[in-house]
């Protein structure tokens, strides 16, 4: 590893936490201006990332001689998270002749995004920023790719004849055993199988295979039946419509028995690639992430007017609402293309008649309750307050129910076109958990999720049921949830943390709950990314 990364490592840290995957990143930039007359620039694109405020620079990019076009050829490795924002900054330099140094390079303008922006859109293109923010005519292009090992499966179906009989009284009752023989000549236990039918991965098939025929005791003292090996390349061509079959061998038989030809046939019946997609793979296709937002308005909560109050709007200091609210938001607006989202309020009586509502749009426009960008939900809440009364009680189901019907639809299209998240804000414990589990466990059949934030020092224990953590959440009826969509944390959990560590753990099982959706349904992404690459042992990868 070079000195840069050994420096931007000591500099932030090592990631404690596993990423979700790895991105590379290549790098293009569009008219940058001749030095004068006579010369073009030296270009070199530097990258940074900010950690607590401050950047630092993790890697930079060759030096192309004479290039107001340049297309690098050095690729950037990166570790992607999607529950934490990560900024990166794209500076460019003209680096002169003779000198790689940056001290006396020209500064040619820098571009800010986040990772989260690239790898939604794949190719982010934005006007370089010189001194002063002012747009020149340059632009830079950066192209993401997931890196990643291949996390397909292959699924084998073998049969056998004229295996040898083990039991002196009845038919040998046969299992198989799938190894890979590893680069150092051992052998790693891959699959045992009840039947003849096998699932492995991919990867796996990657090495040469040995399969062990045995004969099944009680007592579990197997009787070795024979052993054939093969390879990846092998049982493909089954694919063609070629059978293929091998002879199984006892090896000692083969040593000691003169006229021994095989302990029996293995016959491959099929053979089935079944391709897994990753949450990149969906993000990269084409799969918007819809954000939605419920804020408590019961009386619980107090009066707004007051200092006390869970709503009370501080001049410089966010509320807890609004701290969960920006946390989470700014994560998930990178994923949503048009930036609008939904903001929904339940529990209060609303104008013009005063009644109570457990859905109401908080923009007060019940045909588009959607707000412009996370900002403008946070002034839509703010709006809001002086024009509602808080009331109760604490019912989050129609909400669900709400966000649910329009997960509905998505589903119906039958692709990866839309993902829903809808993010709860409450201060207490539920009134209706009876018609909420009810809802989540409907909820769980469709392309969302549901996050709830417990705010202020309830106690919250009897919301941990929703999480599903504990147990499998069941509705009324005893109908289990399909999967698990719901991830419930406390606010005051993280009073003396970051709200990036707030957002880190309730976005942390989304990617993980998107792909279980779309793969369980047999959906593949909508535009399906190039392959992707193996992961190279010889590219460093850089850190936040």
């Keep these: 590893m070079s000195n840069i990364y050994e420096s931007a490592e000591a500099t932030l840290g090592f990631i404690s936490s596993p990423c979700l995957t790895k991105v590379e990143l290549r790098v293009a930039c569009r008219g940058i201006s001749d030095r004068d ?19 630092f620079e ?24 999607f529950e934490e924002v990560q900024r990166l900054r794209f500076e460019l330099h003209d680096i002169s002749s003779g000198n790689n140094g940056l001290r006396d390079a020209d500064f ?24 002063g923010n002012t747009v020149g005519k340059s632009s830079i292009t950066v192209t993401a790719e997931e890196l990643s090992g291949n996390d397909d499966y292959v699924e084998l179906s073998f049969s056998a004849r004229k295996l040898d009989d083990k039991d002196f009284f009845s038919k040998s009752d046969p299992f198989l055993e799938i190894f890979r023989i590893n680069d150092d000549g051992t052998e790693s236990l891959v699959h045992r199988t009840e039947v003849t039918t096998c699932t492995i991965t991919h990867s796996e098939m990657c090495y040469l295979l040995l399969g062990s025929f045995w004969d099944w005791d009680s007592n579990g003292k197997h009787d070795f039946i024979g052993e054939f090996q093969t390879t990846f390349k092998e049982v493909r061509t089954e694919q063609e419509g070629k059978q293929i079959q091998w002879e199984c061998i006892n090896p000692k038989y083969q040593m000691r028995k003169k006229n021994y030809r095989n302990s029996g046939v293995v016959i491959l019946n099929h053979c089935k690639i079944i391709k897994m997609y990753s949450f990149l793979d969906y993000i990269m296709g084409g799969c918007q992430i819809q954000f939605t937002v419920a804020v408590d308005f019961t009386a619980s909560n107090g009066d707004p007017r007051n200092s006390c109050s869970l709503h009370y709007i501080h001049p410089y200091q966010p509320n807890e609402y609004l701290k969960a609210l920006v946390a989470v938001g700014e994560i998930c607006q990178d994923y949503d293309s048009d930036k609008m989202f939904p903001a929904f309020g339940f529990g209060a009586l609303i104008p013009p008649d005063f009644k109570v509502s457990h859905d109401f749009a908080v923009n007060f426009d019940e045909d588009n309750p959607e707000c412009a960008g996370i900002q403008g939900v946070v002034e839509a809440y703010q709006n809001c307050l002086p024009k509602i009364q808080l009331y109760g009680p604490t019912n989050i189901a129609p909400i669900i129910q709400k966000v649910a019907s329009s997960a509905s639809e998505e589903m119906h299209t039958k692709e990866a076109m839309e993902y829903f998240i809808l993010l709860i804000l409450t201060d207490g414990v539920i009134t209706d958990m009876a018609d909420t589990r009810e ?63 707030l957002a880190k753990s309730v976005l942390a099982e989304v990617p993980n709950q998107v792909v279980d959706y779309y793969n369980a349904k047999g959906i593949k992404p909508k535009c399906i990314p190039r392959p992707r690459t193996t992961q190279r042992n010889d590219t460093p990868t850089l850190f936040r």
């Design 58 to 81: 993790v890697d930079r990019t060759e030096v192309i001689r004479s290039s107001s076009g340049p297309v690098f050829s050095k690729i950037f490795l990166v570790d992607y998270y």
């Design 108 to 131: 040619l303008g820098a571009m800010e995004c986040t990772l989260g922006q690239i790898v939604s859109q794949r190719k982010l293109t934005k006007a370089l920023l010189k001194q």
């Design 37 to 55: 007359a006579l010369s073009k620039p030296d270009p070199c694109v530097v990258l940074k990332v900010q950690s607590h405020g401050q950047w």
């Design 439 to 501: 809802a989540i466990v409907h909820a769980s059949h469709l392309p969302m999720s549901v996050i709830i934030v417990g705010v202020g020092n309830a106690d919250f224990t009897d919301m941990q049921i929703l999480d599903g953590d504990d147990g499998i959440l069941r509705s009324p009826k005893g109908e289990p949830v399909l999967r698990d969509i719901v991830q419930f944390v406390p606010f005051k959990d993280f009073k003396h943390a970051s709200p990036a560590a």
